[in-house]
């Protein structure tokens, strides 16, 4: 569903431009030759360049560098897709609204490569030996915060302005849904050991917050991309308020609960790092117990803050049918 982001009288009803004052030739190899096209060409390179370096001296083991390599292919490929589409003038038959998804999947891929650009060097080369595997990942790890920088730069140009008719995912409750669903996930990871909340239910009770707030706002995400807001018993606008306030007081409950029973002593806990056993062990790829638990408050705490703005956000959209 279409909106605009102030509540002002729709001025505009154009589709996206570039930020830099000049559309985005479409359906012709020209798209390739404006901004927007020439960013794209970056994307493309630096992820392939990052992967291509690594998979040369199969400096991809373990955990983390599967994860990085998943992360730039992936980018890779997408991005690919999209200048494709564009070249070839086939967003008509994209099975995805293209109002919303170029920019949503720009938000994801800057997000998968600064997490790349940063779990990549921390976790994985600073423990290669010195020779020409590290010198290949200390190039990758370049090439992927130039991706990084690329993708945030495309939501940046790409992203609504006052006025503007545009996707919701174009706006900045949209892109909070991103990093929401982002942040989750990652959370997800640093509690896939269950023993971390299994032993109280006040931590069950965090685990489903993480797990309802994610499942609402990736349902919020697909409606948009799919373009079937309608199919809803309710207004779209309604379950998109209803679902930042409800995340608000949901994730509120999880910053409270979740460091009360993971770090106060008066529930079994271990307020500092070095009385948790687990973490005397030392290894590049091993995250021990505390470690795992301060992130998760950490990410809760980001998401807390992610959810507050979206709902605030929420409230300056007006949404129209076009």
């Known amino acids: 569903m279409p909106v605009t982001v102030t509540r002002t009288t729709i001025t505009t009803t154009t589709a996206s431009s570039s930020g830099l004052g000049s559309p985005t030739v479409l359906g012709s190899p020209r798209a390739l030759t404006q901004p927007l096209g020439l960013l794209r060409l970056v994307q493309l390179l630096s992820t392939c360049v990052a992967f291509s370096l690594v998979a040369s001296v199969n400096a991809w083991l373990g955990f983390a560098g599967h ?15 999209i200048i494709i589409v564009e070249v070839g003038g086939l967003q008509a038959r994209f099975p995805l609204s293209w109002r919303n998804f170029p920019i949503t999947y720009a938000c994801y891929a800057a997000l998968f490569c600064l997490t790349a650009s940063i779990i990549y060097p921390t976790t994985y080369v600073q423990f290669l030996s010195p020779g020409r595997s590290k010198d290949h990942a200390i190039a990758a790890t370049f090439f992927s915060c130039v991706a990084c920088v690329a993708y945030a730069t495309e939501v940046a140009w790409t992203r609504a302005r006052p006025g503007e008719i545009t996707g919701y995912m174009a706006t900045v409750p949209g892109l909070l849904k991103v990093v929401e669903t982002f942040v989750a996930c990652i959370i997800f990871a640093f509690i896939s050991e269950p023993s971390l909340y299994n032993s109280k239910p006040a931590l069950n009770w965090c685990v489903a917050v993480y797990a309802i707030c994610f499942i609402l706002a990736a349902v919020a995400i697909l409606l948009n991309l799919c373009d079937c807001t309608n199919v809803l018993p ?23 609960l979740w460091p009360l029973y993971q770090f106060d002593e008066r529930h079994g806990a271990y307020p500092e790092r070095w009385k948790d056993a687990s973490c005397q062990r030392k290894h590049s790829s091993y995250v021990c117990y505390w470690d795992r638990r301060l992130a998760v408050t950490i990410l809760t705490a980001i998401n807390l803050l992610a959810y507050v703005a979206d709902l605030v956000y929420s409230a300056r959209l007006v949404f129209v049918r076009v």
């Open 234 to 256: 309710i207004p779209f606008p309604t379950f998109l308020s209803g679902l930042a306030l409800l995340s608000v007081l949901f994730y509120a409950s999880a910053m409270v």
């Open 67 to 81: 994860w990085c390599m998943f992360a730039w292919c992936f980018c890779f490929a997408v991005t690919l897709i």
